[in-house]
């Protein structure tokens, strides 16, 4: 999704952020930002005072407006056995025949973000992914046929959900970050937003010598 140097590239740009509309919300998305927010999954290309350049996972190369207000936080991994009964995750995953949920990722917040995006929706990571954000009401070992992982009963506002975790699968945790995170070849999750007309960076979640965000 290049920036468009046209006005009809533009509005086809503007077409696309439409068409990616999603009300969820992450630790990478604050509350307040609406259905026009998108998800860029990619590396850093080059980054300076006003602009962020990615490479998403498709090969595409975006330009970002970069204010000055930039929030950044760092994700880094933590281990499985981390996610405790009471703790508040927020887990993409893919809807199972039996009506459960096998995840594709975890996040377990900070008690200081514990709320943030309540509920279960649809999430852009893979086709027919989900998000559900919400909090681990019991956990047990998972099925037999996934040796090693966990299983856990999500609890939140008018629903609920069982969720199987492989033990492979990434479990990570996130705090504030700074711009010494944001180097070329930095693996990102930038959300955006079109501002007056130009593609902006609203947040950046990255990681850490090489490590990317798995949300």
């Known amino acids: 999704m290049p920036i468009p140097s046209s006005s009809a590239s533009r509005a086809h740009l503007l077409a696309a952020v439409a068409a990616l509309c999603l009300t969820a919300a992450l630790p ?3 509350s307040a930002q609406s259905a026009e927010t998108v ?51 927020g887990t993409a995953a893919m809807p199972q025949a039996d009506g459960t949920q096998k995840a594709l990722e975890v996040v ?16 852009d ?19 037999k046929s996934v040796r090693g992982g966990q299983q856990l009963h999500l609890t939140y506002k008018g629903g609920e959900k069982t969720v199987v975790v492989p033990p492979d699968v990434p479990v990570v945790t996130f705090r504030p970050g ?18 007056n007309g130009t593609p902006t960076a609203l947040r950046v979640t990255a990681g850490r010598n090489g490590f990317a965000p798995p949300m």
């Open 108 to 123: 377990v917040f900070p008690e200081a973000a514990r709320g943030t995006g309540e509920g279960h929706r649809p999430w």
């Open 28 to 30: 990478t998305v604050a």
């Open 39 to 89: 998800r860029i999954r990619g590396t850093l290309v080059r980054v300076d005072a006003s602009t962020l350049v990615v490479q998403d996972r498709g090969g595409e190369v975006v330009s970002l407006a970069r204010p000055a207000d930039l929030a950044v936080s760092e994700v880094y991994p933590i281990k499985l056995s981390d996610i405790k009964r009471g703790s508040f995750i």
């Open 178 to 195: 700074t711009d010494a995170l944001l180097v070329p070849g930095a693996r990102v999750l930038v959300n955006a937003q079109e501002k």
């Open 125 to 143: 990571l893979l086709p027919q992914s989900t998000m559900t954000n919400a909090t681990v009401a019991d956990l047990a070992a998972a099925p």
